[in-house]
């Protein structure tokens, strides 16, 4: 999803990046600085937000966190029944899939499995137990996604005392996909060993890739994936859907994905967005497009310091992605704890033919056994912070 394109591909290497001279104008004057930063407070820490706005009940705390774990394109598919001040259940919203880069929705329910794991986490720290029951009434058809609830929680009666907190709930603050370019030094096993700690994985197993040589040897499997999707205007026009141009868009929908969040920066951001941004389907497509995107994905790959692979094995059906879904959602909080630049790429994962293939490149590559089935995958560093995505209000999930 690393993409920014432009009409004009030189644009980013010629003359107009060298004019630093050149201010973005304050095009944001209809929104409310204290909206925007009460969208990103609300992302970073939305226990303290719910506090400051009055939220009291218990479950609005929790649903307002298990909306920003990390989910595909920051579609946001959740939907939320209330049953009762104890009560809820979470539902994948069928208007918000992506399936021609997900057609089975292993994504979309790996999305539910963040919501899960974030939505305990919030609990943990409120000092309530949570019980969750998958798919209560068992698994929707492909057809009817979004009849059948994903999870049921109940919350305990009574508050415990906070034990065994596991830290992740500060770390929700700084989690981010963060797209942009990587420095410093090459991550080594030792920091393998400390997310490992923390992951504490039961379902799926971390595997790593460190060392300079193996990282080279990797990058382009990845490299290709990307190049083949957003060279399919199907699967590419996924993106140009849910990418999010102007302030007004990105903050007022909420949702999608944006330059900001591919690492672009002032004054560039502002052209870009103001001359060279081309959404039409023909522009968006364009092979002038597609290589200027190509060519900054490759060089925020390039700086990859290590690569970390969520590996399943045997079951590979919806409960288990459920599942994985939530060991991805602690991973990218343990990176965040630790100070760990962090970016999921999937095109070589997805469930189409030719995404089989490089599935079953990186496994040989990779030396895992028959039945493995790599879920998520990422590149790690480290890196300034990023953008922060916005999530939409709490209103907008509840069923
Ligand atoms: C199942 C899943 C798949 C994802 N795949 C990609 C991907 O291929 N490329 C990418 O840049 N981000 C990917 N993301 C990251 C989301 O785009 C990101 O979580 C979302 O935009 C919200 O941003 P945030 O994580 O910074 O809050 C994925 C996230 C999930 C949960």
Same mark, same amino acid.
């Given at each position: 999803?690393?993409?920014?394109?432009?009409?004009?591909?030189?644009?980013?290497?010629?003359?107009?990046?060298?004019?630093?001279?050149?201010?973005?104008?304050?095009?944001?004057?209809?929104?409310?600085?204290?909206?925007?930063?009460?969208?990103?407070?609300?992302?970073?820490?939305?226990?303290?937000?719910?506090?400051?706005?009055?939220?009291?009940?218990?479950?609005?705390?929790?649903?307002?966190?298990?909306?920003?774990?990390?989910?595909?394109?920051?579609?946001?598919?959740?939907?939320?029944?209330?049953?009762?001040?104890?009560?809820?259940?979470?539902?994948?919203?069928?208007?918000?899939?992506?399936?021609?880069?997900?057609?089975?929705?292993?994504?979309?329910?790996?999305?539910?499995?963040?919501?899960?794991?974030?939505?305990?986490?919030?609990?943990?720290?409120?000092?309530?137990?949570?019980?969750?029951?998958?798919?209560?009434?068992?698994?929707?058809?492909?057809?009817?996604?979004?009849?059948?609830?994903?999870?049921?929680?109940?919350?305990?009666?009574?508050?415990?005392?906070?034990?065994?907190?596991?830290?992740?709930?500060?770390?929700?603050?700084?989690?981010?996909?963060?797209?942009?370019?990587? $420095?410093?030094?090459?991550? @080594?096993? *030792?920091? %393998?060993?400390?997310? /490992?700690?923390?992951? =504490?994985?039961?379902? #799926?197993?971390?595997?790593?890739?460190?060392?300079?040589?193996?990282?080279?040897?990797?990058?382009?499997?990845?490299?290709?994936?990307?190049?083949?999707?957003?060279?399919?205007?199907?699967?590419?026009?996924?993106?140009?859907?849910?990418?999010?141009?102007?302030?007004?868009?990105?903050?007022?929908?909420?949702?999608?994905?944006?330059?900001?969040?591919?690492?672009?920066?002032?004054?560039?951001?502002?052209?870009?967005?103001?001359?060279?941004?081309?959404?039409?389907?023909?522009?968006?497509?364009?092979?002038?497009?597609?290589?200027?995107?190509?060519?900054?994905?490759?060089?925020?790959?390039?700086?990859?310091?290590?690569?970390?692979?969520?590996?399943?094995?045997?079951?590979?059906?919806?409960? $288990?992605?459920?599942?994985? @879904?939530? *060991?991805? %959602?602690?991973?990218? /909080?343990?990176?965040? =704890?630790?100070?760990? #630049?962090?970016?999921?790429?999937?095109?070589?994962?997805?469930?189409?033919?030719?995404?089989?293939?490089?599935?079953?490149?990186?496994?040989?590559?990779?030396?895992?056994?028959?039945?493995?089935?790599?879920?998520?995958?990422?590149?790690?560093?480290?890196?300034?912070?990023?953008?922060?995505?916005?999530?939409?209000?709490?209103?907008?999930?509840?069923?």
């Amino acid at each position: 999803m690393n993409r920014f394109k432009f009409s004009r591909r030189s644009f980013l290497s010629g003359s107009l990046v060298a004019s630093g001279f050149l201010l973005a104008p304050d095009i944001f004057k209809s929104l409310k600085a204290s909206s925007m930063e009460e969208i990103e407070f609300a992302k970073r820490d939305p226990l303290k937000f719910a506090e400051r706005n009055g939220i009291v009940n218990p479950i609005h705390k929790i649903i307002l966190t298990g909306i920003v774990a990390p989910n595909s394109h920051n579609s946001q598919p959740w939907k939320i029944k209330i049953l009762s001040d104890k009560q809820f259940e979470l539902y994948a919203d069928g208007n918000r899939q992506l399936l021609p880069i997900d057609p089975v929705n292993r994504q979309l329910y790996h999305t539910q499995g963040t919501f899960i794991e974030f939505a305990s986490i919030a609990s943990e720290q409120l000092g309530y137990d949570l019980k969750v029951q998958l798919f209560p009434q068992g698994i929707d058809k492909a057809q009817t996604i979004g009849t059948l609830p994903i999870a049921k929680f109940t919350l305990s009666d009574k508050r415990l005392n906070k034990l065994n907190s596991s830290g992740f709930y500060e770390a929700i603050n700084n989690r981010q996909m963060n797209r942009g370019q990587y $420095s410093g030094d090459y991550l @080594g096993e *030792e920091l %393998g060993q400390e997310i /490992l700690s923390l992951v =504490k994985p039961n379902f #799926a197993s971390l595997v790593f890739v460190f060392g300079q040589n193996r990282i080279q040897e990797i990058i382009p499997m990845f490299q290709k994936s990307f190049e083949r999707e957003i060279s399919n205007p199907i699967q590419n026009n996924v993106s140009r859907e849910w990418f999010r141009i102007s302030k007004e868009d990105i903050y007022t929908k909420r949702d999608g994905i944006t330059l900001e969040g591919n690492g672009l920066k002032q004054p560039i951001l502002w052209m870009a967005k103001t001359f060279f941004m081309d959404m039409s389907e023909e522009g968006w497509n364009s092979e002038d497009s597609v290589k200027q995107a190509n060519e900054s994905f490759a060089k925020s790959l390039e700086t990859s310091k290590g690569f970390v692979f969520l590996v399943s094995r045997g079951l590979d059906d919806a409960k $288990s992605w459920v599942q994985a @879904g939530r *060991e991805f %959602g602690r991973l990218t /909080l343990a990176c965040a =704890k630790l100070g760990i #630049a962090f970016h999921t790429m999937n095109q070589a994962f997805v469930d189409t033919k030719e995404s089989n293939e490089t599935h079953d490149q990186f496994k040989k590559s990779l030396n895992l056994p028959k039945d493995a089935r790599i879920q998520l995958a990422g590149r790690m560093g480290y890196a300034e912070p990023s953008f922060v995505s916005p999530r939409r209000e709490l209103k907008e999930f509840i069923l």
